[in-house]
C-alpha cells in the first residue's frame, strides 16, 4: 500500500489538471446552447473534487518517484482519465452504459477512434468537440509518453529511437528537462494544428468541423462529427489536406522540432525512418489505387487513386477517418492497409503499432541472420542509417515484437470464444491494438463497435491500452517480479 499511495498522490494532481479540459467543451456548449453545459459543468467539478481529493488524503505520502512507479502511474493515468472522462457522456446520452462510455473515451484517449456511438451527427457540438479534444489530448500525451517518459522507464525500442535520431535528440531527451521537452512539443503540435484548421476551414468545413477533423487528424485519432465519417463531405481538397497533416503526424515530432529549431529541411533528410514511411505508405498508395482500377472497383485510375489514397494514408497512419466502404474493396486492398498499420509509422508520432524503426531493425536483423549462414565468422554490426544499434536493444525489440504478436493471438481467440466471427474478431483487435480505428466485416467502417457485447467491448478497450502504452509498460504490471519489494 505504501508503493501506491505516492503514486495515487500524483493520480491526484493530475485529475486536478486534467479537470481544466472541460473549459472547452464548456465553452462550446455555452456558444452554441446545445443544452449540454450542465453535464460538462457537473463533469468538470466531479473530476476536480475527486482529483483534489486523492491529493489531500495522500499529501503525506509525498516522494520523488522512480523510475519503477513509472509503470503503474502511466498505466493508472491512462484508465482513471478515461473512466473520468466518461462522466458527460453518460449524463447527456441517455442510456449510454458505462461500458461504451468507456470504450469511447479509450478509443478517444488513446486515438483509436472506434466508436460504438450512432447519430454523431446530432450530438451536441460540445459532445463532439469533447470526443474530439480527448483525440487530440491523447496525441500529445502519446508524444510526450514516447519521448519524455517511456526512455526514462527503460521501454526496450525507444532506446533505439534516440540512437538513430539526427541532432541533439542523440541525447536522452530534447532539451535538458522533461518540462522543458514536453513545453517545446506543445508548440510543435500546436502550431501544426492551428494550421491544420486553417485550412480545413479553407476547404469548405465550418469552424466546428475544421477545429475536430483537425484535433483527430493530428492525435491520428480518426473521431468525426459525422456518422460517414469524412465521406460526408465529398471533397478531394478536404481529404487532401487530411492526407498531408495525417502524414506529418505520422513523423516524429522530435524530427519536427528539430526542423523547426533549426529552420532546415535537414532533420527530415536524416530521418531514415521518416523516409522509409513515407516511401512505403505512397508506393502503397499508387499500387492499391492499380490493383482496385484493375478489378472494376473504380472506373478510372483517377477515382481509385483519389480512394485508395485518402483509406490507406488513414489506416496506414492509425487515424481511422474514412471517405468510402472500403470493407467492400476486394479484400486484398483492407488487409494490405491493416498491415500497414502494424508497421508504417515513426516513433514518437501519435501513430501506434510496431512504428517503422522496429520494422527497420527487424528487416536488417534478418539480413544480418541470413549473412551469418553463408559467412558464420563475419562481424555485422547492425546499423540503422549511421547509427549502431545495440545488441541489447535488439533483445528488446524482438521481446516487444513476441508480446505484440501474442496478445493479438490471445485477444482475438477471446473474441472468438465469445462468438464473434474471425475476421470481425481479428481485424477489431488489429485495430484496437494498433489505434487505428475501423476493422472489417461488424466492425467495419460502415459499422461501428456498437455491436459488440460487453465482454467483447471491454476485450477491445483492454486491446487499444495494450497497443497505446507499447505492451511492455502494461504487461510488466502483471509479472510478481514487479510486486516484490
Same mark, same amino acid.
Given at each position: 500500500?505504501?508503493?501506491?499511495?505516492?503514486?495515487?498522490? /500524483?493520480?491526484?494532481?493530475?485529475?486536478?489538471?486534467?479537470?481544466?479540459?472541460?473549459?472547452? $467543451?464548456?465553452?462550446?456548449?455555452?456558444?452554441?446552447?446545445?443544452?449540454?453545459?450542465?453535464? !460538462?459543468?457537473?463533469?468538470?467539478?466531479?473530476?476536480?473534487?475527486?482529483?483534489?481529493?486523492?491529493?489531500?488524503?495522500?499529501?503525506?505520502?509525498?516522494?520523488?518517484?522512480?523510475?519503477?512507479?513509472?509503470?503503474?502511474?502511466? #498505466?493508472?493515468?491512462?484508465?482513471?482519465?478515461?473512466?473520468?472522462?466518461?462522466?458527460?457522456?453518460?449524463?447527456?446520452?441517455?442510456?449510454?452504459?458505462?461500458?461504451?462510455?468507456?470504450?469511447? *473515451? &479509450?478509443?478517444?484517449?488513446?486515438?483509436?477512434?472506434?466508436?460504438?456511438?450512432?447519430?454523431?451527427?446530432?450530438?451536441?457540438?460540445?459532445?463532439?468537440?469533447?470526443?474530439?479534444?480527448?483525440?487530440?489530448?491523447?496525441?500529445?500525451?502519446?508524444?510526450?509518453?514516447?519521448?519524455?517518459?517511456?526512455?526514462?522507464?527503460?521501454?526496450?525500442? =525507444?532506446?533505439?529511437?534516440?540512437?538513430? *535520431?539526427?541532432?541533439? +535528440?542523440?541525447?536522452?531527451?530534447?532539451?535538458?528537462?522533461?518540462?522543458?521537452?514536453?513545453?517545446?512539443?506543445?508548440?510543435?503540435?500546436?502550431?501544426?494544428? #492551428?494550421?491544420?484548421?486553417?485550412?480545413?476551414?479553407?476547404?469548405? &468545413?465550418?469552424?466546428?468541423?475544421? @477545429?475536430?477533423?483537425?484535433?483527430?487528424? =493530428?492525435?491520428?485519432?480518426?473521431?468525426?462529427?459525422?456518422?460517414?465519417?469524412?465521406?460526408?463531405?465529398?471533397?478531394?481538397?478536404?481529404?487532401? @489536406?487530411?492526407?498531408?497533416?495525417?502524414?506529418?503526424?505520422?513523423?516524429?515530432?522530435?524530427?519536427? !522540432?528539430?526542423?523547426?529549431?533549426?529552420?532546415? +529541411?535537414?532533420?527530415?533528410?536524416?530521418?531514415?525512418?521518416?523516409?522509409? +514511411?513515407?516511401?512505403?505508405?505512397?508506393?502503397?498508395?499508387?499500387?492499391?489505387?492499380?490493383?482496385?482500377?484493375?478489378?472494376?472497383?473504380? $472506373?478510372?485510375?483517377?477515382?481509385?487513386?483519389?480512394?485508395?489514397?485518402?483509406?490507406?494514408?488513414?489506416?496506414?497512419?492509425?487515424?481511422?477517418?474514412?471517405?468510402?466502404? +472500403?470493407?467492400?474493396?476486394?479484400?486484398?486492398?483492407?488487409?494490405? =492497409?491493416?498491415?500497414?498499420?502494424?508497421?508504417?509509422?515513426?516513433?514518437?508520432? *501519435?501513430?501506434?503499432?510496431?512504428? =517503422?524503426?522496429? *520494422?527497420?531493425?527487424?528487416?536488417?536483423?534478418?539480413?544480418?541472420?541470413?549473412?551469418?549462414?553463408?559467412?558464420?565468422?563475419?562481424?555485422?554490426?547492425?546499423?540503422?542509417?549511421?547509427?549502431?544499434?545495440?545488441?541489447?536493444?535488439?533483445?528488446?525489440?524482438?521481446?516487444?515484437?513476441?508480446?505484440?504478436?501474442?496478445?493479438?493471438?490471445?485477444?482475438?481467440?477471446?473474441?472468438?470464444?465469445?462468438?464473434?466471427?474471425?475476421?470481425?474478431?481479428?481485424?477489431?483487435?488489429?485495430?484496437?491494438?494498433?489505434?487505428?480505428?475501423?476493422?472489417?466485416?461488424?466492425?467495419?467502417?460502415?459499422?461501428?463497435?456498437? /455491436?459488440?457485447?460487453? !465482454?467483447?467491448?471491454?476485450?477491445?478497450?483492454?486491446?487499444?491500452?495494450?497497443?497505446?502504452?507499447?505492451?511492455?509498460?502494461?504487461? /510488466?504490471? !502483471?509479472?510478481?517480479?514487479?510486486?516484490?519489494?
Amino acid at each position: 500500500m505504501n508503493k501506491l499511495l505516492p503514486i495515487a498522490h /500524483v493520480l491526484g494532481l493530475m485529475l486536478v489538471v486534467f479537470s481544466l479540459t472541460y473549459a472547452m $467543451p464548456l465553452a462550446a456548449a455555452l456558444i452554441y446552447d446545445d443544452g449540454s453545459f450542465r453535464d !460538462f459543468v457537473d463533469g468538470g467539478l466531479m473530476t476536480l473534487a475527486s482529483g483534489a481529493l486523492l491529493w489531500w488524503l495522500t499529501r503525506g505520502f509525498k516522494r520523488d518517484l522512480k523510475p519503477r512507479d513509472g509503470y503503474l502511474l502511466v #498505466v493508472l493515468g491512462w484508465f482513471v482519465m478515461a473512466a473520468i472522462s466518461t462522466l458527460p457522456l453518460m449524463l447527456y446520452i441517455e442510456g449510454l452504459s458505462f461500458t461504451d462510455a468507456f470504450f469511447e *473515451t &479509450m478509443s478517444g484517449l488513446s486515438t483509436t477512434g472506434a466508436t460504438v456511438l450512432t447519430g454523431l451527427d446530432k450530438l451536441p457540438p460540445a459532445i463532439n468537440l469533447w470526443r474530439h479534444e480527448l483525440n487530440w489530448l491523447g496525441g500529445m500525451g502519446i508524444i510526450v509518453l514516447a519521448v519524455a517518459i517511456l526512455p526514462l522507464l527503460g521501454v526496450g525500442g =525507444m532506446q533505439m529511437f534516440k540512437a538513430e *535520431t539526427p541532432g541533439p +535528440f542523440k541525447d536522452s531527451k530534447l532539451t535538458p528537462r522533461i518540462a522543458e521537452t514536453a513545453k517545446a512539443l506543445w508548440y510543435v503540435y500546436t502550431g501544426i494544428t #492551428v494550421v491544420c484548421i486553417l485550412a480545413l476551414k479553407w476547404a469548405g &468545413m465550418n469552424w466546428l468541423d475544421a @477545429i475536430c477533423h483537425a484535433f483527430a487528424a =493530428m492525435g491520428l485519432g480518426g473521431f468525426s462529427t459525422h456518422d460517414a465519417s469524412v465521406g460526408y463531405f465529398n471533397s478531394p481538397l478536404i481529404e487532401f @489536406i487530411l492526407i498531408v497533416f495525417m502524414l506529418i503526424a505520422g513523423i516524429n515530432f522530435a524530427t519536427h !522540432f528539430i526542423a523547426w529549431h533549426g529552420r532546415s +529541411f535537414r532533420a527530415y533528410l536524416q530521418d531514415v525512418e521518416a523516409q522509409a +514511411f513515407l516511401g512505403l505508405t505512397i508506393a502503397s498508395c499508387f499500387g492499391i489505387a492499380l490493383f482496385l482500377w484493375l478489378k472494376g472497383t473504380y $472506373p478510372t485510375y483517377l477515382v481509385a487513386l483519389r480512394h485508395a489514397s485518402f483509406n490507406l494514408v488513414s489506416l496506414a497512419t492509425d487515424c481511422g477517418f474514412a471517405s468510402v466502404d +472500403f470493407n467492400q474493396w476486394p479484400i486484398f486492398a483492407p488487409l494490405w =492497409m491493416l498491415f500497414l498499420s502494424c508497421i508504417s509509422v515513426s516513433s514518437g508520432s *501519435t501513430g501506434g503499432g510496431i512504428k =517503422m524503426v522496429r *520494422t527497420l531493425l527487424l528487416v536488417k536483423q534478418a539480413g544480418r541472420e541470413l549473412t551469418k549462414l553463408i559467412h558464420p565468422s563475419a562481424v555485422t554490426p547492425l546499423r540503422i542509417g549511421s547509427a549502431r544499434i545495440p545488441e541489447t536493444v535488439v533483445v528488446a525489440v524482438l521481446g516487444f515484437i513476441f508480446l505484440y504478436f501474442m496478445s493479438i493471438v490471445v485477444l482475438t481467440f477471446l473474441l472468438m470464444g465469445s462468438g464473434l466471427d474471425f475476421v470481425s474478431s481479428f481485424t477489431a483487435i488489429i485495430a484496437c491494438i494498433n489505434n487505428a480505428g475501423p476493422g472489417l466485416n461488424q466492425v467495419g467502417p460502415a459499422g461501428n463497435f456498437g /455491436v459488440l457485447t460487453d !465482454f467483447q467491448t471491454w476485450v477491445c478497450s483492454f486491446a487499444m491500452l495494450l497497443g497505446r502504452l507499447e505492451v511492455f509498460t502494461l504487461l /510488466v504490471l !502483471f509479472t510478481p517480479q514487479y510486486w516484490r519489494k
